[in-house]
């Protein structure tokens, strides 16, 4: 049975009962609501960071980010980097190579270096992994470190002891929610997140600025809501197993 | 700011710092609340098919509504038509013919897909392209035809399939606003290659989010699942629709019916109301197409006193959210990728005549004849509040 509802006996929680009558109370359905607003806040402050953009899922978070920062980059990205973000980089048609160990492609990575920008694409095995990016190789200052897919554990950090790179994706994929559909873009820029808000509705703009072409990238509130009880049911399970 | 202009009350107009007509702002979106019980029972399980899931059973469902051998559901419309633009536009060719009065957000869909937009112009009499205005663009460079239906009514299906049939050219078609209407007996749904629409909070089904693709070729209907879910040939991309909001479509779909008799009434409260009104057009559509009056226009005609973007102003202030229609078209905004355009007579024409007025859940009949009797109020008073405009 899972947490929220079971299709066999016909269970569906309270807490999901009251977040969608709150929805149809207000009737703000789409458009950066009250309860994406309220998961936005709640991820600025558990990851300590300025701007978190939730959008609806992890292939368009990655599709907006990486079209609006990089042209004619090179990405290495880890084995077991996740699909999203290797349909994103297929999708706009972005060389990439990916490794098992570092070290083994330093040589390719210096030959691009020369060329034109590196990606460097780090996963949260990077944090644990020995033969991963922070121990086998310096990172240029011209290069660039983009996270993704954060370790369930991180989130239940009281702390941030972990170096977020200036920008990243968050699939909610990865909580152990029942319907965990969604993503957000998380940045420390506020001008490269107003840019993302103008590229992903009309919805939840705080400046206008001009973008190249929009999407719908437009979390919806029922999604919100799911995530905000996975969130609440992943903290609730950290608290107690750290008193 | 002067207090001057007030209405029979006494009051200020709210453009001059008086107290809106409405104290909640009344909108042009539909915004349709389901019954949460249904939309619960759906979520929970209790309505779906023992071997099935909720998204299947709405596509299923709606491909029986638009009498199509398929329906491929997807997180949005805007990836169903770059997923679908993908799947048919013609290799090694580059541009796709769409209308420049659309939805805002249609020629970054082509450029997406990689592909360029190429802006055709509108049939006066349906505000949408025809076979006619889209012949004009066709050239060897063609990969695609986007038919788009406009605010209620249709486009020229007819016109649009004989160019396309012509060239071997691949044409779809934007139903996004026309997904109850009939053409020729038919359910639009069935008609060329393919065709699109919205699962959005402010469509006639409301899904919170979604889209779906219907069409008649199996093949298609393959390739879309398979790109759907990432693993098609071309651009794929995973965008499935989420179960929940296949539950609020399956909510909204039982409630359809009703919701279209609501929709008729309002139509009919602004006809009553408008009649004696001059220089506001209602725009009608002929019943056997069976509109769901989703939408509400009406055109601004000469002798108004007002240009139509004055009196959107007007509107506004009172919370009264009226819309330009499709305003600005495309080609007047900056576009920032390569794209086509050549003389547009007809679109620049009506770019600035036409305005989407108030309809939808949140806007009741009593709301629709306040509407029209400040019309009213600001035809006969149009001198003095046009002395305090400027």
Redesign the interface.
Known sequence: MNYF????S???SDE??QY??GI?NR?Y???SGPLVQELEKTLQKKLKIRNVVCV?????AW?MLLDQLFSKSFFFTPQNTS??LK??IS?LGFPSIEYNKIKKIIPVINKVRKNGKVIFVRNNIDFQDSDGIHNEIAIDSNDTLIDTQFSDELLGANTRDIELSSCGVLSFDSFATD?G?GACIYTDDDDFSDVLRCMRSSGGIRRKV???????G?M????AA?VLLGLKKMFDSHHASNS | MSNKINNRQGESLAIFGGQPLFNSPKPTSN?V??D?LL??DY????M?RSDGNLVEMLELRLASMHDTKNCVAV?????GLALLLDALSLPSRKEIILPSLTYR?MA?IV??VGRVPHFCDIDLKTLANSGDTVRRCINDNTALIIGVHPVGGHCDVDGLESVAYEYGIPVIFDSVESVHEMHRGKRIGSFGVAELFSL??SKLI?G??GGYVTTNDDALAHQLRLKRS?RGAG?????EL????AA?ALAGLDDLPNQILRNRARFNRYAEELRGLPGLRLVRHSEETEPSHKNIVVEVLDDWQYTRDETIVLLNAQNILARAYYSPPLTHK?I??EFIAADLPHTDWVADRYISMPCG??VTLDDISKIVRFLSYLSSNHKSIRANLN
């Open positions: 509802s079971d299709k066999e016909g269970y569906l999901v009962r969608f009558m149809f009737q359905y789409t458009e609806s899922n992890a292939s368009i599709l699909k999203q349909e994103a999708w319907f559909f001009p973008v190249k072409r929009t999407v719908n437009r919806s509130e029922a999604q799911f | 915004l609340r389901p949460p939309f619960f979520l929970r399980g209790k779906t997180n949005s419309g805007f990836w957000r970054d450029s997406w959005g909070a409301n919170f989010e990432g651009l794929s991309l995973s965008v989420p179960p929940f909001h609020m900056p920032g990728y859940h949140l």
